[in-house]
């Protein structure tokens, strides 16, 4: 609830439509990431099923001539602000470099046992990449093998890559019994429906239809192209790698090495209280979520006050 007891101006009626509303809020959330967005983005973010281009183009117009948003170029924003557009350009110029570099990376990570998707996550998910930017990997697995599956990537990381994360952050796993997403808000509704494929194509396939909830929040968003990312598919070294630990050998040292990890991780991010820790380290049988920022909530959280800000000086409830 607002602190305000007085918005800075009463709402106009006849401007604030539900369109003119959607429109504001999803500006408001990619400021939070200082992102101005252009016409096509904010009609494919929409949480309105039926709202057509043309609709979007037209509410714009109108929320300019009121002053409600600003545009710079291509692009829109409830502030006049020129240096974003400036570092947006720059930031998408620059993935579009990583995302052949993550392209080509994914399918190598396909090749671990235990592997079977690999999805880029994170701001180049999005097409952004700032300069101390790292490739994030979202990565399913088989079931009751994740611990082993994860051990493994952050050793090669460790090991053969002197652990630099700068094109090899694999920081959420889930297996492939597992595939809805369980917390359920805009932060992570952006994350799934911008989620890229990178390898196993079928799965990314399974994981929409799992997660449709993100509608309410995405009611346009289009699915990612497939016809270029491979399948999930077992070459013979990585079938006998699976075949050695399919035993109960396999199932000790999966629990084993989940309950070594979490235990490091509470003793080194001892700072967060429990209920903090089971989002942002999520780790169960079937979950491993490695966020200690806890990037979701600080988002959440400038999100909420960025439409108080805005409602306050519109006068307008979004």
Not at 24 to 32: D, G, I, P, Q
Not at 193 to 218: A, E, I, K, M
Not at 262 to 278: G, I
Request: net charge neutral; with cysteine; glycine share 6%.
């Amino acid at each position: 609830m607002s602190n305000h007891p007085l918005s800075e101006q009463p709402a106009d009626p006849g401007l604030w439509s539900p369109v003119a509303k959607d429109l504001v809020r999803n500006m408001l959330y990619f400021e939070v990431f200082a992102y101005p967005v252009s016409e096509r983005e904010l009609w494919e973010t929409s949480s309105m099923p039926d709202v057509t281009q043309e609709e979007i183009r037209s509410e714009l117009d109108r929320l300019l001539d009121a002053g409600m948003v600003k545009r710079v170029g291509e692009w829109y924003a409830t502030q006049d602000r020129n240096d974003w557009a400036v570092q947006r350009e720059a930031n998408n110029g620059r993935a579009h470099r990583y995302l052949k570099i993550a392209s080509e990376i994914g399918p190598w990570i396909g090749i671990f046992p235990f592997v079977r998707a690999v999805f880029v996550s994170g701001s180049l998910s999005k097409g952004v990449m700032p300069e101390d930017g790292d490739i994030d990997y979202f990565v399913v697995t088989s079931p009751g093998r994740l611990w082993l599956a994860r051990t493994m990537l952050v050793m090669f990381k460790k090991i053969f890559l002197l652990n630099s994360k700068k094109y090899w952050c694999v920081n959420y796993f889930v297996d492939e019994d597992h595939l809805t997403i369980e917390e359920r808000n805009r932060f992570t509704a952006t994350e799934v429906v911008t989620l890229l494929p990178v390898y196993g194509s079928d799965l990314y396939r399974d994981f929409l239809l799992l997660n449709r909830w993100v509608g309410g929040h995405f009611a346009q968003f289009p699915p990612r192209d497939c016809k270029q990312v491979p399948p999930s598919r077992s070459r013979w070294g990585k079938k006998i790698a699976e075949w050695l630990l399919d035993n109960r050998f396999g199932d000790w040292l999966d629990g084993r090495l989940m309950r070594s990890t979490v235990k490091h991780w509470m003793a080194k991010f001892e700072h967060l209280n429990p209920e903090e820790f089971s989002v942002a380290l999520k780790s169960r049988k079937y979950v491993s979520k490695h966020h200690p920022q806890h990037f979701q909530r600080r988002v959440l959280d400038r999100y909420a006050a960025l439409l108080e800000e805005y409602g306050h000086r519109n006068g307008v409830q979004l």
